[in-house]
């Protein structure tokens, strides 16, 4: 006799395992070895899946035993005795990995694997078979992979619960009947036990998640408190729960995580229980409620640091100013790095005091400016160690309307903790804790509360292997150095949107030379370093180039300067970048490896498909982020943020534009005009008025659009033509865009931008020489392959390109063609050597005859060996001097 089984209390995933099992042992009865859940009892009221009965059962003729959903001989009531029985096959089918199980080695059939849900490895086991079921049976297994997966959103979910989900909807499975039977409303008594133990709840923070511990004394059934275990998951919003309810003569522990790093499965085999790290239970007999809750506290403060203190929130370095300072200088300071508050020093670089915005502004309204800052400052501001919990910074802070605190260790100040650090680390943002926000059915996700989401796996599978462990690696040498390191900007924004981008940058809140230079050493690598900036390449032996700068603040002297950088934190590091997209951060750290960090709402944009400035003076800071707002807008189909487009409007406006240097400007249109769709950039450029910031007389027109469009469709045709081959695309454009400007225009343009030799020439060539060319190649009748190639030949191909473009008649365009793909490539068979051989004499002749020999292969005229040589022969006797006398 075969019987398929699964654990007492069985939930819905237990009981879709069973189901699916059947289908692989047919001859096999289902068992229930005690009462399911609540929910599962009801279902099968309803529903017959033809469960025998166990007390109807004679377990000494039992020769296998499939389990489905345990391995554990204590869960399934009286089948413990076929588990003693060495002659009977125990096969287990698993998602809780249990490396001491004395089951999993009972069989060959055994498949045990770390995934959402167990009936997920039983339909890849009947996909695998080709084993067809009904669609009834589809949306047993749906109702345990739902539940166990938490409808696709535990973190324990993997992409093979969705291929099974797929696979079982696919099969006919009743979505409807699912959701119906999981969103079971509770009852009565089912609300009270969730009353008190929301009365009788407290928070521990731990690895900076929020973990809920509850009790009850409640009598309720097992079932019935794992539903409101799981509602509690929900209402409270925190990473884990951990509940305790009275049962008859045992204490119940029922855990829910959100967060793997909380392990209530751990959690559950210390109370002699199992599960694994997202769901788990246990049975606890002869201890008291009030000694379990200790035991459980005890065991949670032990293995998880217990609590948030300043110095995992706070955010340094600190900008202090010394105490000799004036008022007004002060003011000034507060206003070109955008601070409010500032930490003051004494002679000696100890902390002093702290002084606002606020005072600072009225000093200058009493005409203070000249006075020392050290005679208004605030000296009894509530300050913090290194090590003080959070939770007493936040009284501190709430109690004293305190809104900013230094944090101090010995005499030094060392970082310094704000409101907006404040609510951060209280809403999970600093750390990763992305709290749950409900929503309504078909409401879009609210990107807001993923800002601080790990995307590990994305860093594992959309970057090639050796450069994830080299992430790896500079993160844990970043742990020795006792430093934050962060990869950001574009490598970040792509990595979220799926494009493939492998232009790391790093960013050290530290010394970034020094950490670049112990990154190589450790690497066998070279270093480029430029401590101007705090800078540094490292180039690895195998060509791959790693940059790596020092976070840093920057501020501009006057509209349209380079800007002053100085070391500062991530945060201020990210804020002097250019739009909220590019301001995004991931931790390399080994703890919190793959953190988003991402305080300007980088995340909600790229949603949102939206180009965003930071702050309002970015483009008169810097003008040429106009052109990047455009080319990201345009490179990936997004659009400008209403404020950024008024922005934009407000620089062209002040004709700032005209103060950027022409190698600045020039560099920002290479770019812009480097991009597939560069049409449709040059067309956002014009909408703003920027076109003339290139020539006043060059703007928007039906011809100009058609030179684009033509410039458009001959590099896309030469991109096909030559998958692998390189061609400066922006300079067709910059052809196209000058074709409309009459001479002395051209030659302004030339003048300014700071074009190559090479470049001017390719300018100059399609245009000073391309009506020539053009009006050469339109004769009638047309010329021929010779002529062509004389004509064309030496030209580059972005001049080529751009005569293409110029032209609209379709021979000139085909001629050009013809060029590109066949007559640059055709040479003599002949060589000088053979003519050499043939009996010439060096000299004129031989340029002329090889000339002539490549005109007749063009022209079709000669066609082997052979014929080259007679055309030879006969070109050396009409040219050979006459015979002496």
């Not at 999993?104 to 959402?116: E, K, L, N, T």
């Amino acid at each position: 006799m075969e019987i398929i089984a699964t654990h007492s209390h069985a939930d819905f995933d237990g009981l879709a395992s069973m189901v699916a099992a059947r289908k692989l042992f047919p001859e096999a009865q289902l068992v229930l070895p005690a009462g399911g859940q609540e929910a599962v009892r009801d279902f099968l009221a309803v529903h017959d899946l033809g469960l025998a009965k166990l007390k109807e059962l004679d377990l000494s003729h039992v020769r296998r035993l499939i389990l489905v959903d345990t391995q554990e001989p204590d869960r399934i009531g009286a089948l413990k005795v076929c588990i003693e029985n060495p002659s009977v096959e125990v096969v287990v089918f698993d998602h809780h990995v249990d490396e001491a199980s004395i089951c999993a080695g009972r069989s060959p059939h055994s498949v045990i694997d770390s995934v959402g849900a167990t009936t997920t490895i039983l339909v890849e086991q009947l996909r695998r078979q080709k084993i067809a079921i009904t669609p009834f049976e589809a949306t047993v297994m749906a109702l345990g992979l739902y539940e166990e997966t938490g409808s696709f959103g535990f973190a324990s979910t993997t992409s093979r619960d969705l291929e099974a989900g797929a696979f079982l909807i696919a099969s006919g499975a009743d979505v409807n009947l699912v959701t119906e039977t999981l969103r079971r409303p509770l009852d009565p008594d089912a609300v009270a036990l969730l009353n008190d133990l929301l009365e009788h709840s407290e928070v521990h923070y731990l690895e900076g998640r929020k973990v809920l511990v509850a009790t009850s004394t409640l009598d309720r059934r097992r079932g019935e408190a794992a539903d409101v275990v799981h509602r509690l998951t929900e209402l409270e919003g925190v990473d884990a729960v951990i509940v305790a309810v009275t049962m008859e003569d045992k204490v119940q522990l029922i855990g829910r995580s959100r967060r793997p790093e909380i392990d209530v499965g751990w959690i559950a085999r210390e109370f002699g229980g199992g599960g694994h790290a997202v769901a788990a239970a246990a049975s606890v007999k002869g201890q008291p409620l009030a000694e379990v809750h200790e035991r459980l506290v005890h065991l949670l403060t032990t293995r998880y640091r217990p609590t948030l203190l300043a110095q995992d929130v706070m955010t340094k370095p600190v900008k202090a100013i010394a105490q000799d300072t004036t008022i007004a200088e002060v003011g000034q300071r507060m206003t070109t790095y955008g601070l409010n508050v500032f930490p003051i020093l004494d002679e000696k670089d100890r902390y002093a005091g702290l002084v606002s915005r606020e005072s600072i502004q009225k000093a200058l309204f009493h005409r203070l400016g000249k006075r020392s800052v050290r005679e208004i400052m605030q000296t009894d501001a509530y300050s913090a160690r290194p090590e003080t919990p959070f939770h007493d910074i936040e009284t501190a802070m709430i109690e004293r309307n305190q809104r900013f605190v230094p944090v101090i260790s010995g005499t030094k100040i060392v970082g310094v903790i704000t409101r907006t650090d404040l609510l951060r680390t209280l809403h999970d943002d600093v750390l990763g804790g992305a709290r749950v926000r409900a929503r309504r059915p078909g409401q879009a996700e609210d990107q807001s509360a993923g800002r601080h989401r790990n995307v590990q796996g994305l860093v594992r599978s959309r970057l090639p292997h050796r450069l994830v462990a080299l992430l790896e690696e500079a993160g844990r040498l970043a742990d020795r150095l006792n430093v934050s390191l962060y990869v950001v900007g574009g490598c970040v924004r792509d990595l979220l949107l799926g494009i493939e981008n492998l232009d790391l940058d790093l960013v050290v809140e530290g010394d970034g030379i020094l950490f670049a230079r112990k990154l190589a050493e450790a690497k066998q690598a070279r270093v480029k370093a430029h401590d101007r900036f705090g800078t540094a390449i490292v180039l690895l032996p195998d060509g791959f180039k790693l940059d790596v700068a020092t976070a840093r603040t920057e501020y501009y002297e006057y509209p349209t300067a380079l800007p002053t950088v100085e070391q500062s934190s991530i945060k201020k590091d990210l804020y002097r970048r250019d739009f909220t997209i590019n301001a995004l951060a991931v931790r390399l750290n080994a703890k919190g490896f793959g953190e988003v960090l991402d305080f300007y709402g980088g995340q909600r944009d790229l949603h949102d498909k939206i180009v965003r400035v930071l702050h309002g003076l970015s483009f008169v800071e810097d003008p040429t982020r106009v052109f990047r707002a455009i080319r990201f807008a345009v490179r990936f189909g997004f659009r400008l943020g209403r404020d950024t487009e008024a922005l934009i409007e407000g620089a062209v406006k002040m004709n700032l534009f005209h103060r950027l240097s022409g190698h600045r400007l020039l560099e920002e249109l290479k770019l812009l005009l480097a991009e597939r769709d560069a049409m449709q950039a040059v067309k956002r450029m014009a909408d703003f008025g920027l076109l003339r910031f290139i020539h006043p007389k060059l703007g928007w027109s039906s011809r100009l659009q058609a030179g684009l469009r033509a410039a458009e469709q001959a590099l896309g045709w030469y991109r096909l033509l030559y998958l692998d081959r390189e061609i400066a695309g922006w300079l067709v454009y910059v052809v196209a865009l000058l074709e409309v400007l009459p001479e002395r225009a051209v030659a302004d343009v030339l003048k300014r931008f700071p074009f190559t030799q090479a470049e001017a020439a390719v300018i100059r060539a399609a245009r000073l020489n391309g009506q020539a060319i053009v009006r050469q190649l339109s004769r009638r009748p047309p010329p021929k392959p010779a002529q062509v190639y004389r004509l064309l030949c030496g030209l580059s191909d972005e001049t080529l390109l751009g005569l293409m473009a110029r032209s609209k008649a379709e021979a000139i365009m085909r001629a050009i063609s013809a060029f590109l793909t066949t007559y640059q490539h055709v040479k003599p068979l002949l060589t000088g050597a053979d003519l050499k051989a043939m009996g010439l004499k060096p000299g004129p002749q031989f340029k002329q005859i090889l000339d002539r020999l490549l005109d007749a292969r063009l022209n079709g005229e000669v066609h082997t060996e052979l014929d080259e040589r007679d055309l030879a022969a006969r070109l050396m006797k009409q040219n050979a001097p006459p015979p002496s006398r």
